[in-house]
């Protein structure tokens, strides 16, 4: 059981836009960053947002984040069967068993 | 352009210790300001951070592991190491070890290696 929440799967079309929500708490996602991460099958996972919205150097502008509250978003537009993978979300849990703390994983499934 | 690479062994026994070591290419980790951390993901299953050391030797570990973890650093080797001991089957993971930014509610892995499978059998 992870300390995030995220949906197990989501799919859309080439060309559509899709989201992907991850579920927290006041002592994690509420009052700290997020960051989402993209692994492909076999490889390590990369970094695609960090600080809620922010992109490192080289990832597109598809790729987007927000935070509301205890929940946050990745966002991705005009999607690529490229894009095809598992996503995380990822964020420092200020709690008694504080740590960094990961959603379970998304996987994106481009139709 | 840092790269990180992780080696050790990749069948441990149970209940002897993992012991696994990240070398640190193309920049350095004592004149860093990050953490450098190791996270694992079991087969088929999502991420796990175990713990993160700082260049000054300060830790901070994953408190579901924390009994049986120690994460050190060899600044002269540009290197760190994770010890896991008592292992049993549920160990059994891919090891990553990453950068890792750690300040003030923002924490995030950067730069990753490329994995290695530890399994955990008799």
């Known amino acids: 059981q992870s300390v995030l929440t995220q949906p197990p799967s989501v799919s859309a079309a080439p060309g559509q836009k899709v989201t992907i929500s991850c579920s927290g708490s006041s002592s994690n996602i509420g009052n700290n960053y997020v960051s989402w991460y993209q692994q492909f099958p076999g490889t390590a996972p990369k970094l695609l947002i960090f600080d809620n919205n922010q992109r490192p150097s080289g990832i597109p502008d598809r790729f987007s984040g927000s935070k509301s509250g205890t929940s946050a978003t990745l966002g991705i537009t005009g999607l690529q069967t490229g894009d095809e993978a598992d996503y995380y979300c990822?964020?420092?849990?200020?709690?008694?068993?504080?740590?960094?703390?990961f959603g379970g994983g998304t996987k994106l499934t481009v139709l | 352009q840092l790269q990180l690479q992780e080696s050790g062994p990749g069948l441990v026994k149970p209940p002897e210790t993992l012991s696994l070591t990240c070398t640190v290419s193309?920049?350095?980790?004592?004149?860093?300001?990050?953490?450098w951390g190791w996270i694992r993901q079991p087969p088929g299953k999502g991420l796990e951070w175990i713990g993160s050391?700082?260049?000054?030797?300060?830790?901070n570990y994953n408190p579901s592991l924390k009994s049986r973890v120690s994460i050190s650093v060899d600044t002269s080797k540009n290197q760190f190491s994770l010890k896991l001991n008592s292992v049993t089957a549920s160990d059994t993971a891919v090891y990553y070890c990453?950068?890792?930014?750690?300040?003030?509610?923002?924490?995030?892995?950067?730069?990753w290696g490329k994995g290695t499978t530890v399994t955990v059998s008799s």
């Open positions: 193309g920049g350095s980790i004592s004149r860093s300001s990050y953490y």
């Open positions: 990453a950068r890792h930014w750690e300040y003030s509610g923002s924490s995030y892995m950067d730069v």
């Open positions: 990822g964020t420092w849990d200020s709690s008694l068993s504080a740590g960094m703390v």
């Open positions: 050391i700082y260049n000054s030797g300060s830790t």
